[in-house]
Nanobody
Framework: EVQLVESGGGLVEPGGSLRLSCAAS????????MSWVRQAPGKGLEWVSG????????SYADSVKGRFTISRDNAKSTLYLQMNNLKPEDTAVYYC???????RGQGTQVTVSS
């Protein structure tokens, strides 16, 4: 069974940092491009960042470029999202997402507030 399990969310003050992790299982992780998507309260899903299977190519939404960094450890089948200089508008549930097959985890809540 394909599973994606996120962790690392929480409450942080504006300007703070968090590191999200996504543990993948049930498939050969290194063969798949992966993404992070988020859903803010009352809004639809928003793509945040993506990375190819080898980790050599990354892309970001304009809203997070320069603040967030996506990475992966294929030996550990784990995807990461380092989030720096967080803003209140980053508040959302963050999901690990495998575009192939439209697979998404259960999400982890990130709240940015003073």
């Amino acid at each position: 069974e394909v599973q994606l399990v996120e962790s690392g969310g929480g409450l942080v003050e504006p300007g703070g940092s968090l590191r999200l992790s996504c543990a993948a299982s049930g498939f050969t992780f290194k063969y798949y491009g992966m993404s992070w998507v988020r859903q803010a309260p009352g809004k639809g899903l928003e793509w945040v960042s993506g990375i190819d299977g080898g980790g050599g190519s990354t892309s970001y939404a304009d809203s997070v470029k320069g603040r967030f960094t996506i990475s992966r450890d294929n030996a550990k089948s784990t995807l990461y999202l380092q989030m720096n200089n967080l803003k209140p508008e980053d508040t959302a549930v963050y999901y690990c997402y495998r575009p192939t097959g439209d697979v998404r985890g259960q999400g982890t809540q990130v709240t940015v507030s003073s």
